[in-house]
């Protein structure tokens, strides 16, 4: 079987498993993470260490569980943000946006990044119907109102290090789309919205009856997600037969993998040559 790596500038960290969060979709259970799970900070810095055999690697992602619940000792996620950043990535982040709820938590965090770093910051918050994370009758989420209002009191210079995106999760039920209106307010202020399918993994599996149908030709199958839909997303003929795609390459302890489906390909200070081959080009 041929293995066709989409995106080999990612590296993906998942960093712990906890979150304060109870979505009806929630993807963990079908993820090779252990009930409180944690990266340690040490297994971060054997991380970026294997970082340096695979050349098109640029960008260090962490996702979960939670991301801003990571503390080790007086570390916290900012400090391995900016460890990743003097190893020489651009650092980034998923999050449900609770930490950036209260102002001065937004405004301590992201200043104290923005103080340590001139590289741009890769944010990724998960704003949906299924987050249940927005003011739905507003159309407005605190975490990104004071995510702007913060902006607009740094200097540019330090503004522009914080790039933020909202990643939606969209089912085939009309009701699972964000207000018009409010994508378009936070459009306006330099703000990107990607749009994803639910995806019947973990507990989205007991309702998969929701999650668009992308491999039907019938257009219907594709519900509420058919206005985000782009045809290349298709499967082609022979993929599933002859083809393996991933998206990237993915740290979980002390173990590498790809997913979809899950399997190692590595260990911390152990990557096979076909693998740092793979990853020998720039992209
Ligand atoms: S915020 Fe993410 S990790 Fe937490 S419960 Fe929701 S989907 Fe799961």
């Known amino acids: 079987m041929k293995i066709e790596i989409k995106d080999k500038s990612l590296m993906m960290i998942f960093l712990l498993e906890e979150c304060n969060f109870k979505c009806a979709h929630c993807g963990r259970e079908d993820e090779p993470m252990d009930p409180g799970y944690k990266l340690s900070f040490d297994q971060l810095q054997r991380c970026l260490s294997d970082c340096r055999n695979l050349k098109s690697i640029n960008w260090i992602h962490f996702s979960g569980g939670e ?50 770093s001139t590289v741009p910051l890769r944010l990724y918050f998960s704003i ?15 975490s990104l109102d004071n995510i702007i209002r913060l902006k607009k009191e740094l200097s540019r210079e330090k503004a522009d290090l914080l790039n933020v995106s909202i990643i939606v999760t969209v089912s085939k039920d009309v009701d699972s789309l964000l207000p018009d209106e409010m994508i378009k307010n936070y459009e306006s202020r330099e703000i990107k919205f990607g749009f994803i399918p639910l995806y019947p993994m973990g507990k989205a599996k007991s309702f998969s009856h929701l999650c668009p149908d992308l491999d039907s030709d019938n ?41 979809d489906p899950w399997y190692k390909v590595g260990r911390l200070g152990y990557l096979p040559n076909g693998i740092i081959r793979a990853y020998s080009a720039k992209p």
């Open 128 to 142: 949906d119907t299924f987050h249940k994370n927005y003011n739905a009758k507003k159309g407005r989420a605190k």
């Open 219 to 259: 257009p219907e199958g594709l519900g509420a997600y058919r206005r985000y839909y782009k045809k290349e997303d298709r499967k082609k003929p022979g993929d599933a037969e002859d083809r393996l795609r991933t998206d990237h390459i993915i740290l979980i302890g002390n173990d590498y993998y790809f997913s």
């Open 67 to 116: 991301p801003t619940l990571w503390k080790e000792g007086t570390r916290d996620l900012v400090n391995l943000l900016l460890e990743i950043v003097d190893a020489g990535y651009t650092p980034g982040f998923t999050t449900n946006g609770s930490l950036f709820v209260n102002y001065d938590r937004c405004r301590d965090f992201f200043s104290l990044y923005t103080d340590c």
